[in-house]
């Protein structure tokens, strides 16, 4: 290969790199979020110009190794940047949930729900669930720096009935409106219709569960993903051992039919033998999807 073979080749690469530089960052990087790169890579648009078959061939390999560095910190700049959007925007820290303003007055829904209703379920239930959730979190922190997980079970009960209790009482305000009522708009109603037969079907459907929920508790309208159906379910109290309005990532069965043919009652040896089987390029998927979801923190 002549000198001026290998530089052509080199200066052809270098300037693939560039495209692949140029067709992955545009959009993605601007002078608020990156101006340094931004102005590496003007640079190298500028430097490709200049190139000729006659360059040196080691300044040519220095440039192409500029280069493949440049993209590779890009690249981890956008996998950063991606990460600090979603979570700075939604990431409560933990222990500092706070109760979330009423979305109008306190007399606004009457005469359905009267003003002292209102005040009472939100400034003092809704309040204790803020507080119980926090104080749930910081405890089960503790668990975690200190290793002592004695109380975990209490905390985890704690944490799953304030926790459902706050994130559902947010729902709840925001899903009633003074100009409510009616009926949903076609995108929701043709969905609706789909799963249920029709809108006074699901509306006799979700009133019955609603009055046939056995003690306290919800009548909860879920979207389900993996049927890509609606479903109507009744949440008694709220609290058995979940938080509603979260979305599970990692899961493992603890049922007895899981382990116990293999390990009889030894849960904690299947526990931990489990660890060496988590896929988790699926969590991390179920992760990704998850995150996307983008609502108003409290
Ligand atoms: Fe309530």
């Given amino acids: 290969m002549t000198h001026q073979g290998s530089n052509r080749e080199y200066i052809e690469e270098v300037r693939q790199w560039f495209l692949e530089i140029d067709k992955l960052f545009k959009n993605q990087l601007n002078e608020n979020n990156s101006p340094r790169l931004l102005e590496k890579i003007n640079e190298f648009s500028i430097l490709l110009e200049s190139l000729d078959d006659n360059m040196d061939l080691e300044l040519l390999s220095r440039l192409k190794s500029n280069m493949e560095s440049l993209y590779n910190e890009?690249?981890?700049?956008?996998?950063?940047?991606?990460?600090?959007?979603?979570?700075?925007?939604?990431?409560?820290?933990?222990?500092?949930?706070?109760?979330?303003?009423?979305?109008?007055n306190y007399d606004a829904l009457e005469p359905y729900i009267s003003e002292e209703i209102m005040k009472l379920h939100h400034d003092k239930h809704h309040k204790s669930y803020v507080e119980g959730l926090n104080k749930a979190?910081?405890?089960?922190?503790?668990?975690?720096?200190?290793?002592?997980?004695?109380l975990i079970k209490h905390w985890e009960r704690e944490a799953a009935f304030h926790g459902s209790g706050h994130y559902l009482h947010t729902i709840f305000w925001?899903?009633?409106?003074?100009?409510?009522?009616?009926?949903?708009?076609?995108?929701?109603?043709?969905?609706?219709?789909?799963?249920?037969?029709?809108?006074?079907?699901?509306?006799?459907?979700?009133?019955?569960?609603?009055?046939?929920?056995?003690?306290?508790?919800?009548?909860?309208?879920?979207?389900?993903?993996?049927?890509?159906r609606l479903e109507i379910l009744q949440a008694e109290r709220h609290q058995f051992m979940t938080q509603w309005d979260t979305i599970?990532?990692?899961?493992?069965?603890?049922?007895?039919?899981?382990?116990?043919?293999?390990?009889?009652?030894?849960?904690?040896?299947?526990?931990?033998?489990?660890?060496?089987?988590?896929?988790?390029?699926?969590?991390?998927?179920?992760?990704?999807?998850?995150?996307?979801?983008?609502?108003?923190?409290?």
Avoid: C
């Fill in 248 to 298: 599970p990532l990692l899961v493992l069965d603890v049922w007895e039919h899981a382990y116990y043919l293999q390990y009889k009652n030894r849960r904690e040896e299947y526990v931990n033998n489990w660890w060496n089987i988590v896929n988790w390029k699926e969590v991390e998927h179920r992760f990704q999807q998850a995150s996307k979801l983008n609502w108003k923190e409290y």
């Fill in 137 to 150: 979190e910081k405890m089960m922190q503790k668990a975690r720096e200190t290793g002592d997980f004695e």
């Fill in 74 to 104: 890009g690249l981890l700049m956008m996998s950063e940047q991606s990460i600090d959007r979603q979570t700075d925007y939604r990431r409560v820290k933990i222990g500092e949930h706070t109760l979330p303003p009423l979305p109008y």
């Fill in 174 to 228: 925001n899903v009633m409106s003074p100009e409510g009522g009616g009926m949903p708009s076609r995108y929701l109603l043709t969905q609706i219709n789909k799963d249920f037969g029709s809108f006074d079907r699901f509306k006799k459907h979700f009133s019955e569960a609603a009055n046939k929920v056995e003690g306290v508790g919800w009548a909860i309208l879920v979207w389900a993903p993996r049927s890509g």
